[in-house]
């Protein structure tokens, strides 16, 4: 082998190891698009982590690349760098990725593209990823960027300075600029630059100093540079007529410079690193590097590690003997050669081991081995590097608990949960679902059309117009429809669902849960029927309860006044001073006893009949008749507080109305306007009927205490309500005649000041 081939083996093996310890997502390909060298990151990326990318085509790895991708690949084979900030990526399993990607040749020694590096970034959830990108994009173009230097020359006798066209591209003028002496101090903005080249300049002219700086200037593009100016001075006969020389741009260089520590210090943190460890051996399989990471995840110190130990100290003869016998499997097949040795090879692995510490305990660590070979191809040792994985084994394991649960909770729910990729029109079923559709899973590949096909002949239009307003809307409403099976059995299920988008609003992805309410719908059916029924029942019961509440109010309110009445005469009756007015209070006795009777009869009666609506107890009432035995009823009161009643019906003589409810009514206000008149002026009550705008109204006004209906007017109508210090005053009267007027679809309200009266307006319609 030519010592030039040997240095292209070379390079090319560095490149790889590079490639494949690189933290971002590279791969190496050659000129048949076939995998040289790929980064973890890549294989993590497109998940590839259990396969064996080395030595298969680009092609077949990703199947679903297509042929606009593979023209490009073709043109970069040919020299050309394909750039791309953001694309989606439809990967071959329905879903997408996006991406960004720099596809670029790579060349040998000999200036020949050997084939493509591709260096991608997965920037579905983390648009960071556009950082990493650019980075390399700016390693890879210094890497690929011939310095630039131009020429100048200053004739020093005339002062006239010329430029190589380099120099006009380095200062980002046009070929019209006149370069001077003074050129150099107007591309510098910055200070130290300014003062840097302010000396050299006086330097030249005064001391005729040959120039050698570096400075700063700025473009009139805006662009910041570094310069490298190094002159020379050249003499005739002794004196200096002209001095030349080079302009660097730096920028490139300085840029990589930059990026080389950043890069060397990110290498070195993560060697350094406490939670990684990194550990490697010679191609004997002594360790002979092992990190702080190392140390704390181990319990062992480097020193007693590092030339002594091999890795077998930390790992378990089970698992050592099972990776030997998946690397003979992977590198000689199915051949049982005694002789076969690992580290021959040139193995990438990942996989989960279980490692041992100094103190006996263990945890579980994911381990990326990588083989190092010589330029020879021969083994070297290994590299590898391990991650401490037991708290995500335990949120995996905890994650599989849940969907073992999630998964009897369907089962009992009669439920599943289903995806729909809108752009693919891939969808995925829960096993469950399956159940639910009885559909075997194994028959086809799910789409959207698998699902509309068990739809209900008569609910398509309606499960079609739901969808399609869903995406639109981009908010999915319950839904409930049926479904029919192969063998022809009608189910009905709900659905609901999240829908989501993408940075452009744009939607990609339903996902939700599918619920079988067939028996429950059934169940919900006959629930509704018992609730409507029980309604009724407990309308009709509420309503018997609300006429026995009134029948009570009524019997223990209104059948008070008759017997005040009664005891109102017996005190009459006491204080007659001769027989002629014992008679006639005596009569009164006889009047009020037969209307007692009267109404106590006409109460058993309603309760007797049959409970319904207070309407339909309405009969033809004259308000003279309700008048008459009201005053009968209340002759002791009215005699004895000498009230005066003056009624006018004459626009209003009757009306239908439930008998009790009006005879209750007169009761209760004429009653209590004698109760509370005033004591300095006899009782003058005024009753008048009339029909206002179609409406008929009776008004009760008297010229009685009054009430503050600023302080009282929230409370007048209300239960148990009192505003006067009596000793009758039951706050039920009010309350029960409002009650009374209102089931009967009409309304009352009051006016009153305080010491003047009061007067009431009933609206019987």
């Not at 890497?143 to 005339?158: F, K, M, P, Y």
Request: glycine share 6%; with cysteine; aromatic share 10%.
């Amino acid at each position: 082998m030519t010592p030039i081939s040997n240095r292209i083996e070379l390079q090319e093996r560095h490149h790889q190891i590079f490639i494949e310890q690189a933290p971002t997502a590279i791969a190496m390909l050659d000129k048949n698009m076939v995998y040289l060298a790929v980064s973890k990151r890549w294989l993590k990326d497109y998940k590839l982590d259990e396969q064996d990318v080395i030595g298969r085509s680009h092609y077949d790895v990703f199947p679903e690349i297509g042929d606009d991708w593979k023209k490009d690949h073709r043109e970069c084979l040919k020299g050309a760098i394909n750039i791309c900030d953001e694309a989606p990526f439809e990967r071959a399993d329905g879903s997408i990725q996006w991406i960004y990607w720099d596809v670029r040749p790579w060349y040998n020694l000999n200036g020949e593209i050997g084939g493509l590096l591709m260096h991608t970034g997965d920037i579905t959830e983390q648009k960071e990823k556009e950082l990493e990108k650019k980075r390399f994009e700016t390693i890879l173009s210094d890497c690929s960027e011939v310095a630039r230097i131009g020429t100048w020359e200053l004739n020093l006798l005339n002062n006239e300075v010329t430029w190589s066209d380099t120099v006009y591209d380095i200062h980002e003028v046009s070929k019209d600029y006149k370069p001077h002496l003074g050129s150099t101090l107007e591309f510098c903005e910055e200070e130290e630059s300014r003062r840097i080249a302010e000396e050299a300049i006086h330097d030249l002219m005064e001391n005729s100093r040959e120039v050698d700086l570096e400075f700063e200037i700025k473009t009139p593009k805006g662009n910041i540079k570094f310069l490298k100016v190094v002159g020379k001075i050249e003499y005739v006969e002794g004196v200096a007529t002209r001095l030349f020389g080079i302009a660097q741009d730096l920028t490139s260089t300085r840029e990589s410079e930059r990026q080389l520590n950043k890069a060397y210090n990110e290498l070195d943190a993560i060697f350094s690193s406490s939670s990684i460890a990194v550990i490697s051996t010679d191609k004997d399989g002594v360790i002979n590097r092992f990190n702080s990471g190392a140390e704390h995840l181990l319990g062992y110190s480097a020193k007693e590690m590092i030339g002594i130990k091999k890795p077998e100290i930390y790992l378990f003869e089970e698992e050592l003997n099972v990776f030997k016998k998946d690397m003979q499997l992977e590198f000689k097949g199915d051949s049982n050669d005694a002789d076969f040795n690992y580290r021959n090879e040139k193995i990438f692995n990942t996989r989960q081991w279980t490692f041992k510490r100094k103190d006996g305990s263990t945890f579980p660590g994911l381990k990326s081995l990588t083989a190092i070979q010589d330029k020879d191809g021969l083994n070297d040792g290994f590299i590898a590097v391990v991650t401490d994985i037991s708290k995500i084994k335990e949120v995996k394991d905890e994650l599989r608990k849940k969907n073992e649960l999630l998964n009897f909770a369907e089962q009992i729910t009669m439920m599943g949960n289903w995806k729909w990729n809108v752009i693919t029109n891939d969808v995925k079923w829960s096993n469950n679902l399956y159940s639910i559709f009885e559909f075997d899973s194994e028959q086809s590949e799910l789409n959207y059309d698998t699902y509309f096909s068990f739809v209900h002949p008569e609910d398509k239009e309606m499960v079609t117009q739901h969808v399609e307003t869903a995406i639109k809307i981009k908010k999915f409403e319950n839904l409930v429809h049926r479904i029919m099976l192969k063998d022809g059995t009608v189910k009905t299920i709900k659905l609901m669902s999240e829908i989501f988008t993408n940075n452009i609003g744009e939607v990609i992805e339903l996902f939700g849960t599918c619920q079988d309410i067939t028996e429950s719908k059934k169940a919900e059916d006959k629930l509704i029927e018992a609730k409507q029924e029980l309604e009724i029942f407990t309308q009709k019961l509420s309503l018997q309860n609300q006429q026995l509440a009134d029948f009570t109010h009524i019997t223990s309110h209104n059948l008070r006044a008759p017997v005040a009445n009664l005891n109102s005469l017996l005190e009459i009756y006491s204080y007659a001073e001769d027989e002629e007015e014992r008679t006639d209070i005596f009569n009164k006795f006889s009047s009020v006893i037969d209307h007692l009777s009267s109404t106590l009869n006409t109460l058993i009666e309603a309760l007797k009949a049959k409970v319904g609506d207070a309407n339909e107890q309405k009969e033809q009432i004259e308000f003279n008749e309700v008048l008459e035995n009201t005053v009968q009823m209340l002759s002791g009161a009215i005699l004895k507080s000498k009230a005066v009643i003056n009624s006018d019906f004459s626009k209003l003589s009757s009306i239908s109305y439930n008998k009790i409810y009006m005879e209750s009514i007169f009761l209760n206000l004429i009653g209590n306007a004698i109760k509370y008149s005033a004591e300095d002026r006899i009782p003058h009550i005024q009753i008048k009927t009339e029909v206002r705008n179609g409406k008929n109204i009776i008004t009760f006004k008297d010229n009685g205490l009054g009430i503050d209906l600023d302080k009282h007017g929230h409370k007048l109508f209300g239960l148990n309500k009192v505003f006067h210090r009596h000793p009758d005053a039951k706050g039920v009267g009010l309350y029960l005649t409002k009650t009374q007027i209102e089931s009967m679809g009409g309304t009352i309200t009051a006016t009153s000041e305080v010491n003047v009266g009061t007067t009431f307006t009933i609206n019987f319609n």
